[in-house]
Protein backbone atom coordinates (compact mmCIF):
# COMPACT_ATOMS: atom_id res chain seq x y z
CA UNK A 1 0.00 0.00 0.00
CA UNK A 2 1.27 3.50 -0.89
CA UNK A 3 1.16 5.83 2.10
CA UNK A 4 -1.26 7.90 0.59
CA UNK A 5 -3.44 4.85 0.76
CA UNK A 6 -3.50 4.79 4.33
CA UNK A 7 -4.84 8.78 4.01
CA UNK A 8 -7.58 7.85 1.87
CA UNK A 9 -8.51 4.50 4.46
CA UNK A 10 -8.99 7.91 7.04
CA UNK A 11 -10.55 9.89 5.01
CA UNK A 12 -13.23 7.28 3.99
CA UNK A 13 -13.38 6.18 7.55
CA UNK A 14 -14.06 9.82 9.37
CA UNK A 15 -16.31 10.63 5.83
CA UNK A 16 -17.62 14.04 5.86
CA UNK A 17 -15.62 15.36 8.86
CA UNK A 18 -12.65 14.75 6.95
CA UNK A 19 -10.40 17.49 5.88
CA UNK A 20 -6.49 16.59 5.49
CA UNK A 21 -4.19 13.77 6.60
CA UNK A 22 -0.63 13.25 6.21
CA UNK A 23 2.47 10.83 7.18
CA UNK A 24 5.71 12.20 8.38
CA UNK A 25 8.79 10.81 10.39
CA UNK A 26 10.40 12.24 13.73
CA UNK A 27 13.21 13.45 11.26
CA UNK A 28 9.69 15.77 9.39
CA UNK A 29 10.17 13.54 6.31
CA UNK A 30 6.80 13.72 4.78
CA UNK A 31 5.86 10.31 3.06
CA UNK A 32 2.55 11.48 1.66
CA UNK A 33 3.50 14.52 -0.46
CA UNK A 34 1.28 13.86 -3.02
CA UNK A 35 -1.54 14.33 -0.93
CA UNK A 36 -3.46 17.34 -1.59
CA UNK A 37 -2.93 19.46 1.51
CA UNK A 38 -4.27 22.66 2.12
CA UNK A 39 -4.85 23.52 5.60
CA UNK A 40 -1.76 21.53 6.42
CA UNK A 41 0.51 22.55 3.57
CA UNK A 42 2.35 25.45 5.03
CA UNK A 43 4.06 23.09 7.97
CA UNK A 44 7.92 23.19 8.21
CA UNK A 45 9.89 20.55 8.67
CA UNK A 46 10.68 21.87 12.47
CA UNK A 47 6.91 22.23 13.29
CA UNK A 48 6.22 18.29 12.29
CA UNK A 49 9.35 17.35 14.50
CA UNK A 50 8.00 19.91 17.18
CA UNK A 51 4.41 17.68 16.99
CA UNK A 52 6.21 14.89 17.18
CA UNK A 53 8.03 15.73 20.09
CA UNK A 54 5.04 17.01 22.38
CA UNK A 55 3.49 14.08 22.04
CA UNK A 56 6.12 11.81 22.49
CA UNK A 57 7.16 13.67 25.82
CA UNK A 58 3.63 14.63 26.46
CA UNK A 59 4.50 18.41 27.13
CA UNK A 60 1.04 19.52 26.42
CA UNK A 61 1.92 22.28 24.33
CA UNK A 62 -0.23 24.40 22.06
CA UNK A 63 0.07 24.11 18.43
CA UNK A 64 0.07 27.22 15.49
CA UNK A 65 -0.57 26.22 12.35
CA UNK A 66 0.08 29.21 9.68
CA UNK A 67 1.33 31.44 12.50
CA UNK A 68 -1.94 32.30 13.89
CA UNK A 69 -4.88 29.63 14.82
CA UNK A 70 -3.41 28.63 18.23
CA UNK A 71 -4.57 24.75 18.87
CA UNK A 72 -4.79 24.04 22.31
CA UNK A 73 -3.78 20.54 23.67
CA UNK A 74 -6.59 19.22 24.88
CA UNK A 75 -6.08 15.51 25.22
CA UNK A 76 -2.15 13.41 25.23
CA UNK A 77 -2.28 10.38 25.71
CA UNK A 78 0.50 7.63 24.61
CA UNK A 79 -1.72 6.62 21.43
CA UNK A 80 -2.60 10.27 20.41
CA UNK A 81 -2.54 13.61 21.12
CA UNK A 82 -5.25 15.42 20.64
CA UNK A 83 -5.64 19.68 20.12
CA UNK A 84 -8.46 21.95 19.33
CA UNK A 85 -9.07 25.42 17.65
CA UNK A 86 -11.70 27.17 18.89
CA UNK A 87 -12.20 30.03 16.02
CA UNK A 88 -12.41 29.67 11.92
CA UNK A 89 -9.74 28.95 9.31
CA UNK A 90 -10.17 30.74 6.14
CA UNK A 91 -13.46 31.33 6.67
CA UNK A 92 -14.31 28.10 5.99
CA UNK A 93 -13.23 25.49 8.45
CA UNK A 94 -14.71 26.24 11.84
CA UNK A 95 -13.21 24.94 15.71
CA UNK A 96 -11.37 22.45 14.07
CA UNK A 97 -9.45 19.25 15.57
CA UNK A 98 -5.83 18.36 14.72
CA UNK A 99 -5.35 14.46 15.37
CA UNK A 100 -1.64 12.98 16.17
CA UNK A 101 -0.88 9.21 16.37
CA UNK A 102 2.38 7.84 16.59
CA UNK A 103 3.64 4.35 15.40
CA UNK A 104 7.30 3.11 15.50
CA UNK A 105 8.67 5.06 12.91
CA UNK A 106 6.03 7.84 11.78
CA UNK A 107 3.34 9.67 12.99
CA UNK A 108 -0.02 10.10 11.25
CA UNK A 109 -1.57 13.59 11.42
CA UNK A 110 -5.07 14.11 10.58
CA UNK A 111 -7.39 17.67 10.73
CA UNK A 112 -11.39 17.39 11.15
CA UNK A 113 -14.10 19.65 11.15
CA UNK A 114 -15.18 17.69 14.20
CA UNK A 115 -13.72 15.41 16.72
CA UNK A 116 -16.31 12.58 16.44
CA UNK A 117 -14.57 9.02 16.16
CA UNK A 118 -12.31 10.80 14.92
CA UNK A 119 -9.70 9.70 17.46
CA UNK A 120 -10.72 6.04 17.07
CA UNK A 121 -10.03 6.13 13.37
CA UNK A 122 -6.44 7.79 13.17
CA UNK A 123 -5.57 5.26 15.95
CA UNK A 124 -6.69 2.25 13.72
CA UNK A 125 -4.82 3.61 10.54
CA UNK A 126 -1.41 3.87 13.25
CA UNK A 127 -2.27 0.57 14.49
CA UNK A 128 -2.36 -1.03 10.52
CA UNK A 129 0.87 0.53 10.17
CA UNK A 130 2.76 -0.67 13.06
CA UNK A 131 1.42 -3.89 12.60
CA UNK A 132 3.14 -3.59 9.03
CA UNK A 133 6.44 -2.62 10.75
CA UNK A 134 6.25 1.35 10.39
Known amino acids: MSW ?3 CTKL ?3 AAGSYEESCIFN ?3 THYTPAAPLNYLSSLRVEEFKELIK ?4 ALHKSFILDGK ?3 ISVQQVPDFSLWSYSGTINNTLVKPV ?3 ARTKT ?3 LGLFNKR ?3 VAHICSVAKYLVDNGC
Do not use: M, P, R, W
Not at 54 to 57: F, I, S
Open 4 to 6: ESH
Open 11 to 13: EGL
Open 26 to 28: ADG
Open 54 to 57: NHDQ
Open 69 to 71: HKF
Open 98 to 100: LIL
Open 106 to 108: TAV
Open 116 to 118: DNN
